[in-house]
């Protein structure tokens, strides 16, 4: 796709979310998604390879869940993978402070890349197993927001999520149409780990039909300290 087929599909999709990028944010999304193919080609980091499909289903999504940040927040990206939905949020949000946290050094690598190339500030990324950095306590409860895009389902997510962030901050769980039953299924769990469900939203992305539900929940006390368990424990046998 060419630089300007590119600038037109991608502003297009911001201003249907209210947003207007400067040529310099444009700039930045298209040198991400020429690392993003190439690197690709190399490492696994997405089955969308399309550049329309890029803008929408990574860049876009991605952006959906700004609205839900505070200014000046920081926030660590759970399994950020290929670094969604952390680096489209600072590309457009420029006041975050973001940590991306993979477990995957080849994608860690990929990402601090991308954060050079783009001379990125604010931003870090980290390779660690989130369970180990829930029990960090240069981490632990020191996040305002954290924040995961289609990593595991509610009940793991949560003991994920929930340890890393202070007293009212908030976790964002970014999920497809239907989580129903994840949200019935996790509820005690995120009781048990100092949580309460805030809002659910469902939205379809921009000139689709693909839909999409935003999971807030607001930290209400301090997770107890046997939590997060062991690596691995957590996805194996989630909280119920």
Same mark, same amino acid.
């Given at each position: 796709?060419?630089?300007?087929?590119?600038?037109?599909?991608?502003?297009e999709?911001?201003?249907?979310?209210?947003?207007?990028?400067?040529?310099?944010?444009?700039?930045?999304?298209?040198?991400?998604?020429?690392?993003?193919?190439?690197?690709?080609?190399?490492?696994?980091?997405?089955?969308?390879?399309?550049?329309?499909?890029?803008?929408?289903?990574?860049?876009?999504?991605?952006?959906?869940?700004?609205?839900?940040?505070?200014?000046?927040?920081?926030?660590?990206?759970?399994?950020?993978?290929?670094?969604?939905?952390?680096?489209?949020?600072?590309?457009?949000? !420029?006041?975050?402070? %973001?940590? &991306?946290?993979?477990?995957?050094? =080849?994608?860690?690598? /990929?990402?601090?890349?991308?954060? $050079?190339?783009?001379?990125?500030?604010?931003?870090?990324?980290?390779?660690s197993r989130?369970?180990?950095?829930?029990?960090?306590?240069?981490?632990?409860?020191?996040?305002?927001?954290?924040?995961?895009?289609?990593?595991?389902?509610?009940?793991?997510?949560?003991?994920?999520?929930?340890?890393?962030?202070?007293?009212?901050?908030?976790?964002?769980?970014?999920?497809?149409?239907?989580?129903?039953?994840?949200?019935?299924?996790? !509820?005690?769990?995120? %009781?048990? &780990?100092?949580?309460?469900?805030? =809002?659910?939203?469902? /939205?379809?992305?921009?000139?689709? $039909?693909?839909?999409?539900?935003?999971?807030?929940?607001?930290?209400?006390?301090?997770?107890?300290?046997?939590?997060?368990?062991?690596?691995?424990?957590?996805?194996?046998?989630?909280?119920?």
């Amino acid at each position: 796709m060419k630089k300007g087929e590119f600038e037109k599909q991608i502003r297009e999709y911001a201003e249907e979310l209210g947003m207007s990028l400067t040529n310099m944010q444009v700039d930045k999304f298209f040198t991400y998604m020429e690392l993003l193919l190439e690197w690709n080609e190399k490492i696994n980091l997405t089955a969308i390879t399309k550049p329309e499909d890029i803008i929408l289903k990574h860049f876009i999504d991605s952006m959906t869940v700004a609205k839900y940040i505070k200014p000046e927040s920081r926030i660590v990206d759970i399994g950020t993978g290929a670094g969604f939905p952390g680096i489209p949020l600072k590309i457009i949000r !420029e006041d975050l402070d %973001i940590t &991306l946290l993979d477990s995957l050094n =080849k994608r860690i690598n /990929f990402l601090r890349e991308v954060i $050079d190339k783009l001379q990125l500030t604010k931003i870090n990324a980290i390779h660690s197993r989130v369970e180990d950095m829930g029990k960090n306590k240069n981490y632990r409860e020191t996040f305002d927001v954290a924040i995961s895009r289609a990593v595991a389902n509610l009940s793991t997510l949560a003991e994920y999520q929930i340890p890393l962030v202070k007293l009212d901050g908030v976790c964002i769980s970014m999920k497809g149409s239907d989580v129903e039953d994840e949200l019935a299924s996790s !509820e005690n769990a995120i %009781i048990l &780990l100092g949580g309460k469900v805030e =809002k659910v939203d469902q /939205f379809q992305l921009p000139k689709s $039909d693909m839909n999409r539900s935003v999971v807030v929940i607001r930290k209400c006390k301090s997770t107890p300290a046997k939590f997060p368990r062991k690596p691995g424990v957590p996805s194996k046998e989630p909280l119920f």
